[in-house]
């Protein structure tokens, strides 16, 4: 399977709502996760977990959308547009790059960009 290929397949799972197991299927063990320059999670556990936090307050997901994608090498690259309601937050959209590196097949890093 080519890195574009496991881009469009990871994206398809997103976009289905299959988070976590995407996460199990591409994500390396070791993976970081970033956010505003700040490492969010060390390792798949616990940026599983942290996927699971964020959903909590979820009422109810209004849309995903993939503006654009891009493949290099041992990177990929996803630019999402997401809308939903959070029960404390209320009506929300934003839109974000994802910046994947690989290795071994997997995610080690993932890094999100907000775009304002």
């Not at 616990?46 to 307050?57: P, T």
Request: charged content about 30%.
């Amino acid at each position: 399977m080519t890195l574009e290929e496991k881009l469009d397949d990871l994206n398809q799972m997103i976009l289905k709502g299959e988070i976590l197991q995407s996460m199990d299927k591409y994500y390396h063990p070791d993976c970081i996760v970033i956010e505003k320059n700040d490492v969010v999670a060390n390792g798949l556990e616990q940026a599983k977990a942290r996927e699971s936090d964020l959903f909590e307050g979820v009422e109810a997901w209004l849309k995903s959308e993939i503006i654009s994608t891009a493949t290099g090498e041992n990177v990929t690259m996803t630019e999402w547009h997401f809308e939903y309601k959070h029960k404390d937050l209320g009506h929300k959209k934003f839109d974000q790059v994802a910046v994947q590196h690989w290795k071994d097949g997997k995610i080690i890093s993932d890094r999100f960009y907000a775009l304002y």
